[in-house]
């Protein structure tokens, strides 16, 4: 199994060797958990039964002063195990960001972009957001996108509202968005877009209240039926905890109450992001 | 009079988990100079505890199986919201629970420089929101 939404902002080893770690977690990111050594994040891993986890980083540090993990931060835990796919971050208004994804993707060996319009404080339709999906695209990179509403503080909530993407899916439909959150609250607009656009994937990191399992009981049960899930989307989801907001084992056993078929859950939690990331974690059955 | 404390690190790797830690707390005191006075056992969090029971695997067993018996996860916990402070939703009612119910500390007389306790007695840490590294306390006091 596949966990396409990390962050790695609560490594004990990176709060001793970074000095602004610690501060970035608890100040920017925003999370209170104890810091933990890296075994931890491996064993977390372990009990959820996930194999490999998609790490995240945001350069947010124009907009706030600190960047939330970065590409080299990242670059540096997946060189430590192959059990870590890395993803890149740019600041899309700084000169040469389409050149910094490039070079990330190339030199650093990392697999995909990520991009927090809330956070790092842009507009998802400027022009020079564009220059960098177009780098994507020719990398052959799939674009994480934050959709939804953001724990950092100080970010707005309309900047997260997954419509806003549409322009940019459009205009560019060789690249593969990935929709953060589910869009969460507007999970109606992300599964409209994931059911027009064959290029706009969504993954399941959405949880805000009550347990995880309930959670999901009600927005993939009831607010939406399970159906959408099974028929329509099925080769559009990927499995995402957003490890450390929640533990990954509440968030595998939530997408597994939901009681979709062993076919469905296989493609959530395997093979829509093998196809996303061009990898294969295990021989072909 | 000595007064010593020892904050011990240990890393759970399970969900839920009992761990074993009398032969570290037994060193502690042995270490601590003290011959006698009192050792005190505490866990740093409120989602783990620190228990004594008979060392047995199937008391470990019960002890976790029958807490998740009295404390299910699919409970109505006013706990389960969004924690704005945390970056979090507070999820883990259960596991608060569990940490009361079983108790976080524990408490030995120390006679001639060694733990004394009833042949039978285990010092356990009792995780219950694993895996994570843990901290515990080990307090000695006396001469």
Known sequence: MIDFHTHPVLIREFADKYPDYTRMAREVFQIGNNLQPLETFFLQMDVAGIEKSVLLPIACARARGLAVSSNEQVAELCGLSKRFIGFASV???????????????????LKGLKLDAALQDFDLNDPKVFEVYEAATALGIPALIHTGMSWAPGTPLAQGQPLLLEPAIRRFPRLNF????????????????????????????????????????????QQMPITLLERSLRNQIVFGSNYPRVEIKNMVKAIKSLGLTEACLEKILRTNAEKLLGIETRPAR | MIIK???????????E???????????LVEKSGVKNGLVNVMTCHTSSGLLVTEG????????????????????NYHHRRYLDFDGRVGFNAETHLKSILGGIQCSFPIENGKVVRGSRQTIYFMEYDGPLERTYMVQVLGE
């Open chain 2, 56 to 75: 047995l695997p199937c008391l470990e067993e019960d002890i976790l199986t029958h807490f998740a018996r009295l404390l299910p996860e699919d409970e």
């Open chain 2, 5 to 15: 404390l020892d904050k011990v690190k240990v890393q759970s790797r399970k969900a």
């Open chain 2, 17 to 27: 988990e009992a761990i074993n830690i009398t032969p570290q707390v037994d060193e």
């Open chain 1, 178 to 221: 990935v929709l953060a959150h589910w869009g969460w609250p507007w999970v109606w607009d992300a599964s409209a877009l994931a059911l027009k656009y064959p290029n706009v994937y969504l993954d399941t990191s959405c949880f805000y209240y009550d347990g995880p399992t309930e959670f999901f009981q009600f927005h993939f049960r």
């Open chain 1, 91 to 109: 600041d899309p208004l700084q000169p040469g960001a389409a050149k910094q994804l490039e070079a990330a993707i190339q030199a650093m060996g």
